[in-house]
């Protein structure tokens, strides 16, 4: 067989694209095993050039687009294809809310739970230049990205998902971090203030290794350190906090838990409708930042420690209880200490669909699951976050939440 491609295909196939898996590879068929393809979406006639078998899969890569779908866009940036971290500028925005919903129905379906619950997705104020923080890899001097598979290191000098102090950063930076193996930089979006790291001293043109930034979420204003966790689209940030606000504020929400607190995001958006919260986060430094955050707001009270470790401790009743653990989900003893603490409702934040349905299978043997809505704060990815509500037996339903407020620029 004789093409033009890098690799001696296995064969070469026509098909229709019928379903993008949750990689955001388009999935075709062939020898009766799903044909996994990047950069085609569902519904395209294609060419492709399968690549390799697996015991399961297939994996090929496309030729040609014999049939576009409507839904297809010029990606916007000139790496797409060749940079593993977009898997969807091909794709209009609807078609990614769609997929995103998609993906969170179908882990929710996996885990025997009711699909229906799950709403159309919130888009991301901003589908390009969202991204407050980058992580750079430096390979023999030069700025990019590792890309997956085959993992090489790709030279970037602007990624369209970062803020354009990111760029700036990066174009100041050339030719002077040769010893690095490392360029992080993080920026204020909203209050301009940018951190590099690690420090490079009088080598770069501007400052660098800064302790920490400042950023404005729902109208508060954060210290964030390099190593603390912060969301990184700091407008859709703002639909979090809505979303999470709108959850705790359908009960009584006296007593307010916010777990995995981090740099106190959303202790800080319920502080004025919660008579007292506590905020339980195990990173030292995102603690001292969230002491610091939210030292002013007077009925905080900040305990450092593992979730699965502090909560089954909690003293005295809880109203309402948040949860935004990392992509791995809570700890089972975190869990079973919320079934505990009887909250009459849970707002389950989270990045990842499957650990999210996971959780809510365990957490749906004593609580109604009202809805999970979705909202893209990783446009142009696969990634997508999701919001769950769920409440006691006993208590009324949650309604669904109203249409994204306007983002909150000023500090
Ligand atoms: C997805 S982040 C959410 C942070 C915060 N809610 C926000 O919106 O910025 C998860 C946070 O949980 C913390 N964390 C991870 N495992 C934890 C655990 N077992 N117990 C408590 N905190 C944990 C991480 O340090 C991180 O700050």
């Known amino acids: 067989m004789t093409t033009s491609l890098p ?10 694209v019928s379903d993008l898996a949750d990689h955001g590879d388009g999935v075709l068929s062939w020898e009766d095993r799903p044909l996994m393809v990047a950069g085609v979406l569902p519904g395209e006639r294609v060419e492709v050039a399968v690549r390799k ?16 779908s409507p839904d297809r866009v010029d990606p916007p940036c000139p790496l797409f294809g060749r940079c593993s971290g977009c898997q969807l500028q091909h794709a209009g925005s609807d078609l990614q809310h769609r997929v995103k919903r998609r993906r969170v129905q179908r882990a929710l379906a996996a885990a025997g739970l009711d699909e229906r619950v799950v709403r159309p997705t919130w888009g991301s104020p901003t589908a390009l230049r969202y991204r407050n923080h980058a992580r750079f890899t430096v390979v023999d001097g030069a700025i990019g990205f ?15 998902l970062m803020d354009e102090r990111i760029t700036e950063a990066v174009a100041r930076a050339r030719g002077r971090v040769d010893d690095a193996t490392q360029f992080n930089v993080r920026v ?23 302790p920490h930034v400042h950023e404005v979420v729902f109208g508060h204003r954060f210290r964030v350190s390099a190593p603390a966790f912060f969301q990184v689209n700091t407008r859709a940030a703002d639909l979090l906090c809505q979303l999470v606000r709108h959850v705790v504020t359908c009960g009584p ?67 309402a209880l948040v949860l935004d653990p990392p992509r791995r989900g809570c700890h089972r003893r975190a869990l079973e200490a919320v079934v505990a603490a009887r909250p009459a409702c849970v ?14 299978r365990l957490l749906t043997r004593t609580y109604v699951l009202d809805w999970v809505q979705p909202v893209d704060m990783f446009p ?32």
């Open 7 to 16: 690799f001696e295909p296995l064969a070469i196939v026509e098909g229709i």
């Open 380 to 411: 142009q990815t696969h990634h997508v976050e999701a919001v769950a509500a769920l409440r006691r037996e006993d208590a009324s339903p949650i309604p669904p939440p109203r249409a994204p407020a306007p983002t909150y620029e000023a500090p």
């Open 253 to 319: 929400a006296r007593r307010v838990v916010d777990a995995y607190a981090g740099v106190g995001t959303f202790a800080a958006a319920l502080a004025d409708v919660a008579e007292r919260i506590v905020a339980v986060e195990y990173s030292g430094p995102a603690m001292d930042d969230a002491t610091c955050n939210l030292a002013h707001l007077g009925n905080v009270e900040l305990r450092c420690g593992a979730a699965e470790d502090l909560l089954p401790d909690l003293e005295g009743p809880v109203d």
């Open 188 to 210: 204020g979006i909203r209050t301009g203030e940018r951190m590099i790291q690690p420090s490079f001293g009088d080598r770069l043109p501007v400052p660098s290794g800064q």
């Open 53 to 68: 078998r697996y015991r399961n899969i297939s994996v090929g890569e496309c030729l040609r687009i014999l049939e576009p």
């Open 347 to 360: 707002a389950y934040v989270s990045c990842d669909p499957a650990s999210l349905a996971r959780d809510l």
């Open 146 to 160: 590792m890309r997956r598979r085959p993992k090489v290191h790709l030279p970037v000098d602007d990624c369209l």
